[in-house]
């Protein structure tokens, strides 16, 4: 992430990144992650979205779960990209932030992000679990198992994670 004057990492600390193995070094500033939202893709997967889910909620792991494979960890955004994006009377600008916000996300597993995207699982406005009224019993059999935390952090839910989660239930 390029921060303040900063343009690009010294060669030595590159150098002990790359020993480190699996890690990908990919600059990134608003150009790249404009181009990015400007994509045909519905989600974000940008450099800039992790690292301010970062700085909001710490390590990578599922908030509903506590899963902590890296691999099977995903910023899910409570503000839909897609819903975003069709926010027209808001200038670009504006969309890309709430695109990027850590305010607007949470550390899911591949499961939960899922069913949060598919509706089926949502919050209400103090971080309980709700889920969807029609799912079949066998569903909500997983669903009770899988799911270790009913109610999110109070520290998760701040003003702007309760606006997003606001505007997700007035686009559907």
Same mark, same amino acid.
């Given at each position: 992430m390029l921060e303040g004057d900063l343009k690009e990492l010294h060669e030595a600390s590159l150098d002990v990144i790359k020993q480190m193995g699996i890690i990908?070094?990919?600059? @990134?500033d608003m150009t790249l992650e404009k181009r990015i939202y400007d994509g045909k893709e519905t989600s974000l997967r940008s450099p800039?979205? @992790?690292?301010? #889910?970062?700085? $909001? #909620?710490g390590n990578k792991h599922c908030a509903l779960c506590n899963c902590e494979i890296p691999e099977l960890i995903q910023g899910a955004h409570i503000l839909l990209v897609a819903a975003i994006r069709r926010m027209h009377s808001i200038p670009i600008e504006t969309r890309l932030e709430y695109v990027l916000d850590g305010d607007n996300g949470l550390w899911l597993c591949e499961n939960h992000h899922n069913m949060f995207d598919e509706g089926m699982i949502s919050f209400d406005n103090h971080g309980g679990l709700l889920l969807r009224n029609d799912i079949d019993q066998r569903h909500m059999r997983f669903i009770d198992e899988t799911? $270790?935390? $009913?109610v999110l952090p109070p520290e998760f839910l701040t003003d702007k994670f309760l606006w997003y989660l606001e505007q997700r239930r007035l686009v559907g």
């Open positions: 990908d070094v990919v600059s @990134t800039r979205y @992790t690292y301010n #889910l970062f700085n $909001k #909620l799911t $270790k935390y $009913k």
